[in-house]
Structure formats: structure tokens, C-alpha cells
């Protein structure tokens, strides 16, 4: 996985960096932008249960992948304003000290705490993802290379959530049913050309209502920043 996360921020900006200019042979004034999207983001958890010294923290690097299409819909005659409505996938993971329990069918929660051989514990989840943005860009017929701020929510369907547990020699994995199934947040995008920053605040939380760590709720939930690239 880290592997493709390193193929993802050198090969997406590398493969769309060669479309700088349209064909100006024949100029549609009737063209769409960014109908395409990948992303990756580095994902913050919000609100992890607890109070010092035995509060939970978030470890090594929770990643995101995003990627879809988008379909543009503009609302003037110059095509600077409009709206998208995308359908896509995304996986997003969550390392903590937090460590989920399996027993019986029945999930737990509990800190790690003093373990030496503790190497990780992570939640991952896989989503399919509707993104409904509000879109302004000083685009033209002729160029690829204009400004764009793009503002709205994304609806999440989590159709996998996974919990993995990893000492030096032991590993455990199981699906994870304590996951929200439907997650929406508030996303924004700002950029010139290839590069735009991406952010998406949840307004819901990661696990469902009761799911508690220590006789207190689990209410985190995810600040994703990152990268988006459109293509067309």
C-alpha cells in the first residue's frame, strides 16, 4: 500500500502535467472541466476519547485515496460558474493506539498502553462516494491552466471498514460493524492547474452512537487535507 501511495503522488501530477494547452484547431464553447479526480490526503482524527495521561493518539501516517468522476454542469454562458456531481471511491485509514477487540461477535475497544512489541493498530475503510460541489474557475475554451475554487459536501456509503492489530509476531484483522455506515462532510478545493489543495471536514462521526472506550463515547472523526488533480 505505501507503494501505491508514493505511485499516486509521483504519477498523477506527472501524468496530467502534459495538458497545458487545448487543441485551438476548433474552439468549443460548450466545454465541461474536470470530470475526473484522484486525491490523497493525510488524514487527522478529531476528538479522541480521553484525558491525559491515558488519552488516545493518533500514530504513524493515516492516509487517503480518492477517485472518481465528476460530472460538470455550468450555469453561465462563459462556463465560469456551475456545479458537479460526481460519483467515486475512496479509501481512508485511521492508526491510533486504540485497539479493537473481536469476541464472540461482540467489538471492544481498549488503549494500548506499555506493549513493547506494539507495532500499529489501524482502521481502514472503503466508501463509495457522492461529491456535490459549487464551482467557480476563470477557465476559457483555449487553456487547461486557470484558477478554480470548488466548495460543497460529500455523502459516504461505507461498504468495508476493516481493524488490524499488529505486534512483532501477531497479527489480527477483522470487519469492523461498530463503522457508521453513512458518513457527509464539508469539502474544498483551491488550486491553479494540476495542483490543488483538498480539504473535507466530517460531520458525522467514524463510529456509531454507543461505541464507547473506557465507559466514554467514541466521537472521532476526520479533518482530511491533501492534494486533488482534475482531468478532463
Avoid at 457508521?180 to 471536514?201: I, V
Amino acid at each position: 500500500m505505501k507503494h501505491l501511495v508514493l505511485w499516486l503522488l509521483i504519477g498523477i501530477p506527472m501524468g496530467v502535467y502534459s495538458q497545458s494547452e487545448r487543441d485551438t484547431t476548433e474552439v468549443n464553447t460548450r466545454y465541461f472541466e474536470d470530470q475526473f479526480y484522484a486525491g490523497i490526503t493525510y488524514n487527522f482524527i478529531l476528538n479522541l476519547p480521553g484525558e491525559e495521561p491515558n488519552k488516545a493518539n493518533q500514530q504513524n501516517i493515516s492516509y487517503g485515496l480518492q477517485a472518481g468522476f465528476i460530472k460538470d454542469i455550468p450555469f453561465n454562458k462563459d462556463r465560469t460558474f456551475g456545479m458537479g456531481l460526481g460519483l467515486g471511491l475512496g479509501l481512508y485509514t485511521y492508526y491510533t493506539n486504540i485497539r479493537a477487540v473481536e469476541d464472540g461477535g461482540d467489538i471492544t475497544y481498549e488503549l494500548v498502553d506499555g506493549i513493547e512489541e506494539f507495532k500499529r493498530s489501524k482502521l481502514e475503510t472503503h466508501m463509495l462516494e457522492v461529491p456535490v460541489e459549487f464551482r467557480w474557475r476563470n477557465s476559457d475554451p483555449k487553456t487547461y491552466s486557470f484558477w478554480r475554487i470548488y466548495a460543497g459536501v460529500k455523502f459516504g456509503y461505507v461498504f468495508n471498514a476493516r481493524s488490524k492489530y499488529v505486534l512483532e509476531d501477531l497479527k489480527e484483522s477483522f470487519r469492523n460493524t461498530d463503522v457508521q455506515t453513512f458518513q457527509y462532510g464539508l469539502t474544498f478545493n483551491f488550486g491553479y492547474h494540476n495542483f490543488n489543495m483538498h480539504a473535507y471536514y466530517s460531520l458525522t462521526g467514524l463510529f456509531n452512537d454507543g461505541v464507547t472506550l473506557d465507559g466514554n463515547d467514541i466521537e472521532i472523526s476526520p479533518l482530511r487535507i491533501g492534494l486533488i488533480f482534475y482531468i478532463l
